[in-house]
Every structure is written in structure tokens, then in C-alpha cells.
């Protein structure tokens, strides 16, 4: 079965436009979550959604925003970019969310880069 | 706050040797911990899932342990194979997210 699949794999933008990262989930999940993966700061998590409600958030300003739709796709969009939003954003799915304690898989990430 | 602490930050290893990854978390109120394999530039693998529940998993070559009451969790891969150089992420769950180790860095020297 298709795995997570995250688009676009790679962007380069300029410092202050806004970026819009897509995420399918694999087909059934219905929890999707984001994480940052930076080199000084490793895999921060973003947020988490779960039929298309946010049930957590990381600790990120407010230019990280996300949505769910009723297919659970997912997408996060960061505005007003920093050189320091440069990392690989990594989407997960899951069956369930909290108790579920069901396998998580990520996609490849999507490499942003600002310049 | 749940931390995450995977000792050694970094592994080198000749073909063949067995070896042991260290996981070490603070808050023992976790659903499950998962350990994942990251290539350079590409995303998570997950390898080994451990309910909370459950004391050990195993898959092939790889045999995770969890103690929840001590926080710790050891990946053992034995019979280490090049194709293995890989960096290996624990992972907690709790509150709806994932907790990440920084990983260990392993190199299998042919």
C-alpha cells in the first residue's frame, strides 16, 4: 500500500514570503503530525491532527499554522519565513492517536530552505 | 517535560558484531516508544514498535526492550551488516506526539 507522501520533496524561498507543505496520509489513518528537523535542535513536533481537529501543538510562534481536511490530508503553512524555519519538515500518520498505541509512519520530508 | 536521551551519540563497528542502542526517558507515563532508522536526507523508517504494555519486539535482526519503570529501552541489532549505517531515533509517545531522541550515528565498517 502507498506510504505518506509528502509534497513538494524540495522549495527554496526568500526570507519573509509564506510556504505551504502538503501531506497524504496513508489511506485509512486519520492522525497526521508535523515535525521540524533541524541539526542543532533535532525532531521538534509541530502539531497533530485528528479528524480534522488540531488535538496538539508544539511550542512554534504563530506563523506555523496546519489543517486537516475530511480526507485527512493534511498541510501546514508557515508565513513571514526566517532563515531559521531552513529544515526538513517530516509528516506522520497513524490509525489512532493518543491510547492507540498504533505504529506511526513518516514520509521523506519536504527540504526547505531559505535563502 | 519528557526527554529523551540516546547514548552513544555515535557507533563505529566492524561487519558482523552485535551491538546495543540505549534509550533513556524521564516520564514512564508513555502509550508506546518506537525506534526508527533515518538515512542522510530522507525521512523516518520505523523498525520496532513496543507497546507500553509490552516488555520486547522483535523483527529479524533487531530485538527492542522496554522497562518502563527504569525509563530505558535498548535496540539490539545483532549481526550488524553495512547496509545498517544508518542513524537510529527512539521516539516516546505521549499527549498526542511523538518525543524524539538526537539519535545514535551508526557506521558498520565492511
Known amino acids: 500500500k502507498a506510504g505518506v507522501t509528502q509534497t513538494p520533496r524540495y522549495l527554496i524561498k526568500t526570507r519573509g514570503q509564506q510556504v505551504t507543505l502538503s501531506c497524504s496520509p496513508i489511506s485509512g489513518h486519520r492522525s497526521v503530525s508535523w515535525y521540524q528537523q533541524t541539526p542543532g535542535q533535532g525532531l521538534q513536533f509541530l502539531f497533530e491532527?485528528?479528524?480534522?481537529?488540531?488535538?496538539n501543538k508544539g511550542n512554534f510562534p504563530g506563523r506555523f499554522s496546519g489543517r486537516q481536511f475530511s480526507n485527512s490530508r493534511s498541510e501546514m503553512n508557515v508565513s513571514t519565513l526566517e532563515l531559521g524555519d531552513s529544515a526538513l519538515y517530516l509528516c506522520?500518520?497513524?490509525?489512532?492517536?493518543?491510547?492507540?498505541?498504533?505504529?506511526?509512519?513518516f514520509g521523506q520530508g519536504t527540504r526547505l530552505t531559505v535563502v | 517535560k519528557q526527554e529523551v536521551t540516546q547514548i552513544p551519540a555515535a557507533l563505529s563497528v566492524p561487519e558482523g558484531e552485535n551491538l546495543v542502542l540505549n534509550c533513556s526517558f524521564t516520564d514512564s507515563a508513555i502509550y508506546n516508544l518506537q525506534w526508527f532508522r533515518q538515512d542522510p536526507g530522507k525521512g523516518l523508517t520505523s523498525l520496532l514498535l513496543?507497546?507500553?504494555?509490552?516488555r520486547e519486539q522483535t523483527s529479524g535482526r533487531l530485538n527492542a526492550s522496554l522497562d518502563k519503570s527504569s525509563g530505558r529501552s535498548t535496540l539490539y541489532i545483532a549481526a550488524s551488516q553495512p547496509g545498517d549505517s544508518a542513524t537510529y531515533l527512539c521516539?516516546?509517545?505521549?499527549?498526542?506526539?511523538?518525543?524524539f531522541g538526537t539519535g545514535t550515528s551508526l557506521t558498520v565498517i565492511p
Open positions: 521516539a516516546v509517545e505521549g499527549g498526542n506526539q511523538f518525543y
Open positions: 491532527y485528528f479528524s480534522e481537529t488540531q488535538r
Open positions: 506522520a500518520s497513524s490509525l489512532a492517536g493518543q491510547g492507540g498505541a498504533t505504529e506511526a509512519f
Open positions: 513496543i507497546q507500553s504494555s509490552q
